[in-house]
């Protein structure tokens, strides 16, 4: 009987091979790759899932292989934020990597890498993918009083999902902690002070899942910005302000009863997973910098300067526990030399956008507005990756007639990672 089961689930994976094969874009040839060594680690130490993956590749085949197909399990699909590849040696040159379809698995999440080279038939090559997952953490309990320590679940799998036959993995999961609840254990396990360490497996088939559970404290912020309104007022005097309107909410555990802030303040050991204050890193040409909420100027906040960036403390009225919420604007001035150039009636503005808010910060909602000077026309945008082009509309201020042109883009689900440049190029008329 269980040699039927064995063979029946070889059938089973070669159809499935040969289906992923014909209905991927560009023929993806998973038949002829086979997956020899996986060295995974995952870093849970913050309110992110940092996972970096070494997978060194086999062609089995006869003809060349220029593509991977790299996957992800059903129920994170949506919670991947950010995703590259790159090769693992001395280089790392990054390698194209683009979401696609499977026929046949809807659920699952794919995405198509194109190698260096193409891998010649029984070469082996060797490349690297990180991913960012957001909402993958969870508190457990869900509700702690403000003495308790924050205590995180997290679920993930003992084994990479991909489409391939994987020879030999191993796994290491860092905690950023040695106070750890419980581990679910698949043999061989290990842990040596903040970390686990899973396998060497072998043999794994493809798409296996296997559940694995870690219950650990985890005091880190776990801070969201649900909603950033970020806008850019080109100016062709020199200056180029920037406003950010950011509404912040704790999503940790939630407090249980009430807050005092005399124990709050006698203790240090008090409220250690609520945040009193974070760093927000502005360029270092930034000047005439602001911080204010609904009641007006916050003055418990400190500037410093450093030589490639601005620092900011930025310290909100009253810290924030597990599901309180705060609301501020941030405002600054940079010179436009560093970011608009021209040549005679054309310019091209090089701005981020968004900016670093705080260290391992999530991003559930950005919509950024660049205003241009009135009279611009032409206007095309480039964006470092895809974004949502929303209608343009128009800004009226100081002695403008038809208005200036606005420009207004969006994206959800944003990490560190996207801390990256737009290009918008434009025609100005100088008379």
Known sequence: ????????????????????KISTANEVNVKDIVVKNVDRSVDISTQLVKISSKIQLENTGKSPVGKFLFSVEPNVKEQVAFIS??????????????????????DDGFWKVDLKDPLPAGGTTTIVIDYVLTDVLSPYPTHITQKEKQLIK?????????????????????????NVESFSKVSPTSMNSDKISYGPYNQIAPFTIEPMT???????????????????????????????????????????????????QREMQN????????????????????????????????????????????????????GWKTHYVLGYNVPSYEYLFHSGDNYKLKVRVLDHIFDDMVVDEVITKI??????????????????????????????????????????????????????DYVFPRI
């Not at 009987?1 to 992923?20: E, P, Q, R, S, T």
């Not at 790159?86 to 698995?105: H, N, Y």
């Not at 950010?244 to 807050?259: C, Q």
């Open 1 to 20: 009987m269980g040699k039927i089961k064995g063979v029946l689930g070889v059938l089973f994976c070669a159809l499935f091979i040969f289906n992923v």
């Open 85 to 106: 590849a790159e090769t693992a040696d001395s280089s790392k040159t990054p390698l194209s990597i683009i979401k696609t379809t499977v026929q046949g698995r809807p």
């Open 154 to 178: 997290y679920t993930g799998n003992y084994y990479i999902y991909l489409p391939y036959q994987c020879l030999k993995q191993t796994t290491t999961v860092a905690l950023g902690t040695r």
């Open 214 to 264: 870690i219950h650990y404290e985890n005091n880190n912020p776990f801070l969201k910005v649900s909603r950033l309104e970020r806008t850019i007022e080109v100016s062709h005097w020199g200056n180029i302000a920037i406003e950010e309107t950011i509404d912040l909410v704790h999503t940790g555990a939630i407090l249980k009863g009430p807050f005092s802030r005399y124990d709050f």
């Open 271 to 322: 409220g250690l997973s609520s945040v009193k204050s974070f760093k927000t890193v502005l360029p270092a040409s930034a000047s005439d910098a602001y911080y204010r909420d609904e009641i007006g100027n916050i003055s418990t906040s400190h500037m410093r300067i450093l030589g490639d960036s601005v620092e900011l403390d930025l310290r909100p009225r009253f810290p924030l526990f597990g």
């Open 371 to 424: 205003i241009l000077p009135e009279g611009a026309e032409n206007i095309n945008l480039v964006t470092p990756y895809s974004m949502t082009r929303l209608a343009d509309s128009r800004h009226s201020t100081y002695l403008d007639t038809k208005g200036r042109p606005v420009i207004t883009i969006t994206k959800r689900n944003l990490v560190e990672n996207h801390i990256q440049s737009l290009e918008l």
